[in-house]
């Protein structure tokens, strides 16, 4: 249910966006517009305008749709002449059309900028080891190297990091790493990246290629009273070095030596106040609902990542989201080139199903990743709108561009062999996405 909430929020607010662009374009023109809908199907509630645009809320939440007059109506009492679409130049109708995919790119752009403008904390981007056959250990990174920037483009977190460097892994693009050593020294190294081709369902790259975040130390968070923690001294902000003489690095690690240990005692090396001491503590049995029987401490921890923070002033905040919403859009185009002659697996295709499971997965993970989220769905949207397929937004500017050129519309049952064939491929499409949908449930 929080999924499909979740959906119909990030839906309705990326179409209506969209459709507003349209909108817009349309109402500047001189068209009529006779209707502006959110959502689908039969209306809950209508209002009509001064100029006569029916405002509705349907019962369908499934994003939304504008209603423009589409050709003259020259014996309704209330018509003027130059109100409808058939009336515009075919200059004009581009640009109606065009304006749809210009809101939704607008609309990433505008999300991105408040984010970069309000700013969060960020892992920085220190990578741990990488494995001794990926391409970052053949190009000699080592633990504890931090990227500066990827492409000569400056990166202050690991999250933008991996922003840059999402494209060159899945398109298998040569880039450049700028690397802080542990010693302070910078140095640039040329990362040979493969293009896949398998479907990304799955597949972290990032890890394939070496380039995985370097995991602290486990500190605690917090000591339970009277639990076996506070019985051997441990305190909030204790930082874990060692179990039994074995550094530890992974946070999951120690867990998972605490839950098999209960009843034994273990050597814990801490640093407390930039000094090193020894405790032992012995974990408590406890039994799980399911009958599994664990250690328990009795103590939170958290993996204390070093931590930088990441905001922007209003002009380069608005610069960044540019840029950014550019890279996602162009890398959506690059994908469905790959797609489309073989390089990239149509697995990769996503469908309504996914896009609602990740939405509410992301959710979860706060406001700033669903609104993040939002924007990534409203570029993709504008990218899909421009394809050259009759039916979408693209398909019509190429419709009329033709008719520019020509100097005259394209004849009727040219412009409806078209509309078939669009509307066949879309359909098409959208079987195939949903069938991968499917696919990634049931597996």
Do not use: C
């Amino acid at each position: 249910m929080f999924s499909l909430l979740t959906f119909l929020i990030t839906i309705s607010i990326v179409v209506v966006f969209h459709e507003y662009g349209h909108y817009l374009a349309a109402r500047y023109y001189g068209n009529h517009v006779e209707r502006f809908s959110v959502g689908f199907g039969k209306v809950l509630y209508q209002y009509t305008d001064k100029k006569g645009t029916e405002w509705a809320i349907s019962m369908l939440p499934l994003g939304g749709y504008v209603k423009p007059l589409a050709e003259p109506r020259p014996n309704h009492p209330d018509y003027k002449v130059g109100e409808s679409v058939a009336e515009r130049s075919a200059w004009e109708k581009i640009v109606i059309y065009a304006a749809g995919p210009a809101f939704s790119f607008l609309l990433g752009i505008m999300i991105y900028t408040v984010v970069f403008m309000i700013g969060e904390q960020h892992p920085k981007a220190v990578i741990a080891a990488p494995a001794p056959q990926s391409v970052a250990a053949k190009v000699g990174l080592i633990e504890g190297d931090r990227i500066v920037a990827v492409n000569h483009t400056d990166v202050a977190s690991w999250s933008e990091a991996v922003d840059k460097l999402v494209g060159p892994l899945t398109l298998g693009q040569r880039t450049t790493l700028t690397i802080e050593r542990p010693s302070g020294q910078l140095e640039e190294v040329e990362m040979p990246f493969q293009s896949y081709t398998g479907s990304l369902e799955s597949v972290n790259l990032l890890k394939e290629a070496g380039l995985v975040l370097q995991a602290p130390n486990p500190e605690v968070a917090r000591v339970i009273a009277s639990g076996p923690a506070e019985r051997a001294g441990l305190k909030e902000g204790d930082i874990v070095l060692a179990l039994n003489g074995q550094e530890v690095k992974q946070l999951s690690a120690l867990i998972e030596q605490i839950q098999l240990s209960a009843g034994q005692s273990l050597s814990l090396t801490i640093l407390r106040d930039g000094a090193t001491i020894n405790l032992t503590v012995v974990p408590e049995q406890v039994t799980l609902d399911n009958g599994r029987t664990v250690g328990r401490i009795q103590t939170e921890f958290r993996a204390a990542y070093p931590m930088t923070d990441v905001s922007y002033g209003p002009i380069d905040a608005l610069v960044k989201a540019s840029s950014k919403t550019w890279d996602t859009a162009w890398f959506s185009l690059k994908m469905m080139g790959k797609m489309l002659i073989g390089e990239a697996s149509l697995k990769n295709i996503s469908g309504p199903l996914t896009i609602a499971d990740y939405s509410g997965k992301v959710a979860q993970h706060g406001l700033m990743n669903f609104v993040q989220f939002i924007a990534l769905i409203s570029i993709s949207i504008g990218v899909l709108n421009l394809l050259p397929i009759p039916g979408l937004d693209g398909g019509q500017m190429v419709v009329n561009f033709i008719e520019m050129i020509r100097g005259k519309p394209l004849p009727d049952s040219v412009l409806i062999g078209l509309m078939k064939v669009g509307y066949g491929l879309l359909l098409a499409l959208m079987v195939f996405a949903f069938s991968n949908d499917l696919m990634r449930i049931f597996s």
